[in-house]
């Protein structure tokens, strides 16, 4: 593939330095003649896309009508034939090999990668035993080995088994939560907003940064205390710092907060002086 591209690059350089000097020529002999500097230079240009298009339409044709000639009388010898052939079968096996060395399995995906592999594997072998001995491919390429399997490591078994571990405990926890909030909100909220609310706390326990949402109306019967302990609780719970626990619950409930300053919703959001209606619980985090 390398060797065609370097030919096609140096045909094309040779075309273009050809038309070229025949423009330079051309706009030589009308200076000769006594024409102006922008006369020249126009006959240079006109001259290389005229011969351009013409060499494209040579190309074209040649390709559309004389090729197909040339290849149907030389597909009569028996030797050309072959050669074509046998030519055709190394490319497609090339292109097989090198699908199969450079293809690794990338985590849960490594069993479908060894299936995938396997048929390439026995194709390959099958083509090559149609082919002469003298044309066979070898099983190894610059002393190496082809894998005919690629089985997930060890470590990769760990590791996985880790990580499904890891987001069973996170869905655990995010699930405490928001079955805290239904039951705690419940007569405060709207279905609408309940729904909503847990979608914004889903949010922002999936992202590092808060996420883009509208205000949430409560009931008159909470008051800004409520909201803070509510705040204190799910952020405790979600392993959220105070300070950005703060700045959501003040986005959220922009109208039951808008008297509070983030820092003293900061400030005050394990308070237990007052009266409330939602006390601290420590049992969700």
Not at 46 to 69: D, E, H, K, W
Not at 254 to 265: K, N, V
Request: negative net charge; proline residues 3%.
């Amino acid at each position: 593939m390398e060797q065609r591209k370097i030919e096609h690059i140096t045909l094309h350089l040779i075309v273009f330095g050809t038309i070229s000097i025949i423009g330079v020529l051309a706009r030589q002999t009308v200076l000769h003649y006594g024409w102006d500097e922008f006369s020249s230079y126009l006959i240079l240009v006109v001259c290389s896309i005229v011969i351009g298009a013409i060499y494209l339409n040579l190309q074209m044709a040649f390709r559309q009508l004389l090729s197909p000639t040339i290849e149907r009388c030389f597909m009569r010898f028996e030797g050309y034939r072959n050669k074509t052939t046998v030519t055709g079968n190394l490319i497609v096996h090339q292109e097989l090999i090198e699908n199969i060395i450079y293809t690794e399995p990338i985590g849960s995906e490594s069993d479908t990668a060894a299936e995938v592999s396997n048929p390439s594997c026995s194709e390959l072998n099958e083509d090559v035993a149609e082919l002469p001995k003298e044309e066979a491919i070898p099983s190894t390429i610059n002393n190496m080995p082809i894998e005919e399997s690629n089985q997930p490591t060890e470590y990769e078994i760990f590791r996985a088994n880790a990580m499904a571990e890891k987001e069973r405990a996170s869905q655990e926890k995010l699930d405490k939560v928001l079955a805290y909030t239904k039951q705690n909100l419940v007569l405060y909220l709207s279905e609408t907003d309940l729904n909503r609310l847990c979608g914004y706390i889903t949010e922002y326990y999936l992202s590092d940064s808060l996420p883009k949402m509208e205000q949430i109306k409560v009931d008159a019967q909470l008051k800004t205390i409520d909201i803070m302990h509510f705040g204190w609780n799910i952020g405790k719970a979600l392993g959220k710092p105070r300070l950005q626990t703060a700045t959501f619950i003040k986005r959220v409930f922009a109208h039951t907060l808008r008297d509070s300053e983030i820092s003293t919703i900061e400030r005050k959001m394990s308070h237990t002086e007052s009266e409330c209606r939602i006390k601290l619980d420590r049992k969700i985090a």
